[in-house]
């Protein structure tokens, strides 16, 4: 029987190394970036410190959230839940906390993004009541 999963914001920096190993080992879904170096992090924290959530199960951390507001969009990234642990609600817990946080700094729309193909993903979000747009995403990098 597993342990109680405790969903709560990241302890930084002391938490970074597990959360960074989750995401390398989640699989196409989750692609670790430039965004996701300890240098951004920090300056993602210092905006959104509470919205940067772990999903704790005993001593590990077994899933994460990244959530972010804009002051009139939110966004979600890299929600990701150890392999042997999917399909026992830690997702649906993650995503539960993270969209209430949203709503509580009163965000009225939120948007993720699917990698193509990621079909679990979809399946998993529309569950949740999240439906796919129709729109074409558009994207720069301002730094290179
Ligand atoms: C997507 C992910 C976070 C879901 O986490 P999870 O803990 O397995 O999800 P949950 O157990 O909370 O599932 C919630 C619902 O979605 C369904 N679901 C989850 N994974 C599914 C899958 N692979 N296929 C079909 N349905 C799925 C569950 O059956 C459940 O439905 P139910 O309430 O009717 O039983 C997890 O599969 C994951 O880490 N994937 C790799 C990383 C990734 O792709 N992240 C998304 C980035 S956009």
Same mark, same amino acid.
């Given at each position: 029987? &597993?342990?109680? @999963?405790?969903?709560?914001?990241?302890? /930084? $920096?002391?938490? /970074?190394?597990? @959360? =960074?190993?989750?995401?390398? &080992?989640? %699989?196409? +879904?989750?692609?670790?970036?430039?965004?996701?170096? $300890?240098?951004?992090?920090?300056?993602?924290?210092?905006?959104?410190?509470?919205?940067?959530? @772990?999903?704790?199960?005993?001593?590990?951390?077994?899933?994460?959230?990244?959530?972010?507001?804009? %002051?009139?969009?939110?966004?979600? /990234?890299?929600?990701?839940?150890?392999?042997? =642990?999917?399909?026992?609600?830690? +997702?649906?817990?993650?995503?539960?906390?993270?969209? %209430?946080?949203?709503?509580?700094?009163?965000?009225?729309?939120?948007?993720?993004? @699917?990698?193509?193909? &990621?079909?679990?993903?979809?399946?998993?979000?529309?569950?949740?009541?999240?439906?796919?747009?129709?729109?074409?995403?558009?994207?720069? &990098?301002?730094?290179?």
């Amino acid at each position: 029987m &597993n342990q109680p @999963v405790i969903v709560r914001a990241i302890r /930084y $920096p002391e938490e /970074y190394a597990a @959360v =960074l190993t989750l995401w390398q &080992n989640a %699989g196409e +879904g989750v692609h670790v970036g430039m965004s996701d170096t $300890p240098e951004e992090i920090e300056k993602k924290l210092a905006r959104d410190p509470d919205l940067f959530l @772990v999903a704790e199960m005993g001593d590990d951390i077994v899933g994460s959230v990244l959530g972010g507001f804009d %002051g009139r969009r939110g966004l979600i /990234y890299h929600l990701a839940v150890r392999a042997d =642990l999917r399909q026992q609600g830690i +997702g649906d817990s993650l995503m539960a906390e993270v969209e %209430g946080r949203l709503r509580e700094k009163g965000c009225r729309k939120v948007y993720l993004l @699917v990698t193509r193909g &990621n079909t679990p993903a979809m399946v998993f979000y529309e569950k949740r009541g999240w439906q796919e747009m129709d729109i074409h995403l558009f994207g720069k &990098n301002l730094q290179d």
